[in-house]
């Protein structure tokens, strides 16, 4: 939910799709939030993507120990 979302601003997160994009259906980075359009935008460190809501299949928080 956007809720969940806005919790998580930042955090390392896994976000799993049902259909590849770019290639990949696996991305891992910071969440930077939700765009103007609602879109899920993350941070991979070398661009940010943006993702429709209805295209991720998972998303959760990566922790490292």
């Known amino acids: 939910t956007d809720a ?3 919790m998580c601003l930042g955090e390392q997160v896994e ?4 259909a590849p994009k770019n290639g990949a259906k696996t ?3 910071a969440l930077v939030g ?3 359009e ?3 935008v993350i ?3 070398n661009e940010q993507i943006e993702f ?3 295209e991720i299949a998972k998303m959760h928080t990566v922790f490292k120990f």
């Open 4 to 6: 969940h979302i806005s």
């Open 15 to 18: 976000l799993k799709l049902y």
């Open 27 to 29: 991305f891992t980075g």
């Open 34 to 36: 939700l765009s103007g």
């Open 38 to 40: 609602g879109k899920v």
């Open 43 to 45: 941070d991979l460190g």
């Open 52 to 54: 429709e809501k209805n």
